[in-house]
């Protein structure tokens, strides 16, 4: 079967670093997706990564390694507007979105 | 703004009481989704369009069935809602299906509550 593994709880405090980890088991791959969703709202779409390396984007990182089926997301400089889920997703090689169940980050002043 | 709009965000209905949910959308995009999301799920696929084909997840009850009139709209209807469905439903659109970075833009949700 295919799986996406996160953990699902993390605290952090505010101004520091934290990194949300995703292994994933699927049928192919075609990229990775981390979304950001707050609590009662949408998902909305934070990195893209289809080749191994790292990704940086502002505050956030994305990683990738395609051998170990694994990907982080890096936030730096936390802030309390960050306290939300985020959730891996993998494209398989159908082409079907596979979604982690969401890590919710916990930002503590 | 483009955007994906839902309605209504709440509702709630009686077990058994038919339910529509909506979506529109200002992107143009060719593919809109519907998903079932409970409390610290996964986000789960219901069906999707693209364009006027519809495919239907092999494990969707049959419970829930879609319409997409038009390229901007598309529904949700669960025909027979029983307390299991209650959820939040999100639809989402994205401007292909068959593509590894294919973004999905989603609409803020319509939770349902089934007493």
Redesign the interface.
Known sequence: GQN?DQP?EMTATEGAIVQINCTYQTSGF??L?WYQQHA??????LS?N?LDGLEEKGRFSSFLSRSKGYSYLLLKELQMKDSASY?CAV?DSN???I????T?LIIKP | DAM?IQNPRYQVTQFGKPVTLSCSQTLNHNVMYWYQQKS??????LFHYYDKDFNNEADTPDNFQSRRPNTSFCFLDIRSPGLGDAA?Y?CATSRT?????????????S?LTVL
């Open positions: 996406i699902t075609n990229g997706f009662g709202e949408a998902p909305t779409f893209y289809v959730l494209v082409y079907q979105l979604w982690g169940a969401g919710k | 994906v610290s799920q996964a986000p789960k696929l939040m999100l299906a068959n593509s590894g970075a294919n973004v999905l833009t989603f609409g803020a949700g939770r």
